[in-house]
């Protein structure tokens, strides 16, 4: 199963077990037992038949904005639509400091992913998140994140720097490129939320009224080092810069190309092979992010903490050649 990705304003309709997809003269079909995810990135329209095989068949239909930006999510019913496993969310979420523990384990899960992409670098964050309450512990982290992101600016070229991230609308290249790939991470972990049997909108650390699905939100953190960040370094690293880049009055934003570029980086991400610390095997980065809400699943059923799978770096010796060879000196 795979993820499938729409571009062209399209007519979607259903006929039995295919998904056809039309676009001007051209027409797609696509068999739904191999989808995993369809991403409709531009002008679509759609048939009740999609939503019932949609439902049928497991799939989530995601949608984004003409930018990139990603709009919502629809979900199939829960693969798991167990009364038990939704009361042990409930539960969890309610209770104070079970719930400050799963957050501040998700943050720890997060740092430690941060730190697996700085490492081969020869940088890592010098600060812990600290606080007793899960607003405290978002303040923290987003003090992380800003020594993060000033340590991968001096390995990154002045046209990728973070410096500042600035979203509605983003700024900068680098701002275009990591909201579009958060957006396609949130929209993938809803997915794999709802088939480890989790309801999404029950979350530990983002705020319950700021955010449609709050749990995605929280355990895309864990992801993000290796399929936002680690992209962004990957095209970094190609000399690939205008080309990929939209100028508009208030901002910038990916054009086409670059949005398929980042999806194409996401994608070879998730097929590489990884051993993440603390684990004996060796399995594609799917099948540890597929993880991540499964491990969750595991930990509120016998009432324990989760321990996360961490992705190690997944860049090219290449790459962080070229990436080594530009740097600036640490701040």
Known sequence: MKDYYIFQNSQLDA???????????EQRRLPVEEIAGLHLLTGYSLT???????????????????NGAYRGTFFPPPVEPTASILVSQVVSHID?????????????HAEAAMNALLEPLGLNLSTKAEGDTTDQLLLSEARIRKEY?????????????????????????????LSFA???????MGGYIYRAGLD????????DQRARNPLALDLAEILKPSLSEGVLLNIASTGSESSLITEVEEGVYLNEAGRKTVIR???DTLQQSVRPTGYDREDKVLSWATA??????????IEDLPQFPVIPCTLSSHTMQILKNGRISVP
């Open 182 to 188: 958060n957006g396609i991470i949130y929209a993938k």
């Open 15 to 25: 006929d039995e077990k295919i998904l056809r997809v039309v676009s001007g003269s």
């Open 265 to 267: 980086f996401v994608e």
């Open 96 to 108: 104070t400091e079970r719930r400050m523990k799963i957050g501040r384990t998700i943050i720890d």
């Open 292 to 301: 991540v809400p499964r491990k969750l699943h595991r930990a509120l059923v």
């Open 200 to 207: 999404p909108r029950i979350g530990y650390l983002h705020g």
């Open 149 to 177: 992101y000033a340590l991968l600016d001096t390995a990154l070229p002045p046209f990728w720097s973070i410096v500042t991230r600035q979203r509605h609308p983003p700024r900068r290249p680098a701002d275009a490129l």
């Open 48 to 66: 009740s038949g999609v939503l019932e095989l949609a439902a049928k068949y497991n799939f989530p239909i995601h949608a984004y904005s003409y």
